[in-house]
Nanobody, 126 residues
Framework: VQLQASGGGLVQAGGSLRLSCLDS????????VGWFRQAPGKEREFVAA????????MYADSVTGRLTISRDNAENTVHLLMNRLKPEDTAVYYCAADSGVAWSSDLRHSRHYDYWGQGTLVTVSS
């Protein structure tokens, strides 16, 4: 698994971005995938996760209703559509893959993941 996150940038509050996480190794359909973010001076926090088929998703309370995680296994890609962005969404966003077999709340914890992408910076101006 070789994860590459992209799609970050500078956007005004209320705007939208779509992040992508590509597995250049071509096996992403075997993994649960999550997005995390880390703001300056803060710990990395969970944003969203998606099951192998995309049929199940989970979100942090702070992003529910504004962010949508999806996946295209044929393209080995997971997307994070971010709407109604707020300045507090400013962070480096990381995608991660979990080789486990259980869909559970453990996916909210970064230690549960086996592979990480390099991160993409999202900056939301007020």
């Amino acid at each position: 698994v070789q994860l590459q996150a992209s799609g970050g940038g500078l956007v005004q509050a209320g705007g939208s971005l779509r992040l992508s996480c590509l597995d250049s190794g071509g096996a992403l359909n075997r993994y649960l995938v999550g997005w995390f973010r880390q703001a300056p001076g803060k710990e990395r926090e969970f944003v969203a996760a998606i099951s192998w088929s995309g049929g199940a998703t989970m979100y942090a309370d702070s992003v529910t209703g504004r962010l949508t995680i999806s996946r295209d296994n044929a393209e080995n890609t997971v997307h994070l559509l971010m709407n109604r962005l707020k300045p507090e969404d400013t962070a480096v966003y990381y995608c991660a893959a979990d080789s486990g077999v259980a869909w559970s709340s453990d996916l909210r914890h970064s230690r549960h993941y086996d592979y990480w992408g390099q991160g993409t910076l999202v900056t939301v101006s007020s």
